[in-house]
């Protein structure tokens, strides 16, 4: 009889987390997640897949090493794949205890779970990473072998949790591995992170909902890939014959500028950026008549961080090479085009939504319907 593969992955209900559960499910895996109790429910990103035979939610905490032992030793998985974190990085510099707690011991805990059950030899362990380790960047583009410089509390907590998990495979010859990712956006990614800021505001301001986006240093360097081909990646690491820690990166790079230009031009706006440093600003140059000649993007030193990475790009070769795995399956034209053809559907929605609320508030107070 095959042994039937069991998923339990951490941080289900965040951007990868989900897709990493719908691309399981596909391959008839059976999948627990772990949620955490909390007075506000988050779960819209998975809400489609409760509900299907093969997909479990669990109350757990990465906090609390009992609640995973007991949780590890009841679901036996064959794969783990830990997901959560406080993956901020400005949060990180307001919560730096909270941050270690959860993305550097937590991996212990996770770690310990799996020995604590005895299942060292039958269960795998994926590890997100961050290429965050990187931080103040001592070469470029940056691989497998290139030097940790974490320049973040998330990232020196981030270290800590690919040191342990390296640990523990040569200690107790555990199959445990970690993938450094790049970014990886989506339009499931949270709304304070940057790019879903930058697109959720090109939307509301080509549709007249906001009249400007503020943000930090536009010189910023990155490597967007799209977090639905990153989970391919991520079950492609535990399928390999070995344990190794593998970049998961596009190998292309963009700068934040040229996001917010990629974006603001999906919503049918150009935009000229003028000035420099703080002083720069993004000027409608095109698109609807009302904002032609308006500043809508602005430089604020209230999004500068105390110390800022600028220059991420990551070199994918090993991952193509010996996992075979495509970085670019999405473009970043095409990420960028999708989250804002989202975004553009939402804030309509919103609006909508908006004026029936309105509209019935003034009917119940008008007596109308009751």
């Not at 110390?307 to 090479?321: E, Q, R, S």
């Not at 999405?330 to 975004?343: G, K, P, W, Y």
């Amino acid at each position: 009889m095959e042994k039937k593969n069991i998923a339990l992955i951490t941080g289900v209900t965040g951007q990868d987390g989900s897709y990493l559960s719908e691309f399981l499910l596909a391959k008839g895996y059976e999948v627990h997640g772990i949620i955490r109790r909390s007075s506000v429910d988050f779960r819209e990103r998975i809400a489609h897949l409760e509900g299907k035979p093969n997909f479990h939610l669990h109350y757990a905490d990465m906090s609390d090493s009992m609640s995973l032992v007991k949780l590890v030793g009841k679901v036996q998985p064959t794969e783990i794949y830990n997901l959560a974190a406080q993956s901020h990085v400005q949060v990180s510099f307001d919560a730096p205890e909270f941050t270690a707690d959860v993305d550097a011991v937590g991996v212990l805990r996770v770690l310990e779970a799996v020995r604590t059950n005895h299942l060292e030899k039958t269960c795998r362990i994926y590890q997100a990473s961050t290429s965050e380790l990187y931080g103040k960047v001592e070469e470029v583009p940056q691989n497998e072998k290139t030097p940790f410089h974490p320049y973040s509390p998330y990232a020196v907590a981030k270290l800590y949790g690919f040191w342990i998990i390296k640990e523990y495979r040569e200690a107790y010859n555990m199959f445990c591995c970690s993938g450094i990712l790049f970014n990886h956006e989506s339009e499931r990614r949270g709304e304070t992170f940057v790019t879903r800021k930058i697109t959720l505001a090109a939307a509301r301001i080509a549709q007249g909902k906001q009249e400007k986006l503020f943000l930090g240093n536009l010189d910023s360097l990155r490597d967007w890939g799209y977090a639905k081909d990153y989970v391919e990646c991520m079950w492609l690491i535990l399928q390999h014959e070995t344990p190794e820690d593998f970049v998961i990166a596009t190998g292309v790079q963009h700068s934040v500028r040229e996001f917010t230009y990629a974006a603001f031009k999906a919503a049918g706006i150009e935009l000229k950026f003028e000035g420099k440093d703080i002083n720069e600003k993004g000027i409608c140059v095109d698109g609807p008549k009302e904002l032609i000649g308006k500043t809508l993007v602005e430089v604020s030193e209230d999004f500068y961080r105390p110390t800022d990475v600028v220059n991420l790009w990551g070199d994918p070769t090993k991952a193509k090479k010996e996992l075979g795995w495509n970085p670019q399956t999405t473009s970043f034209e095409q990420l960028v085009e999708i989250m804002v053809q989202h975004d553009m559907a939402k804030v309509k929605a919103d609006s909508v939504a908006a004026e029936v609320r309105t509209n019935l508030a003034e009917y119940l107070e008008k007596g109308i319907v009751k």
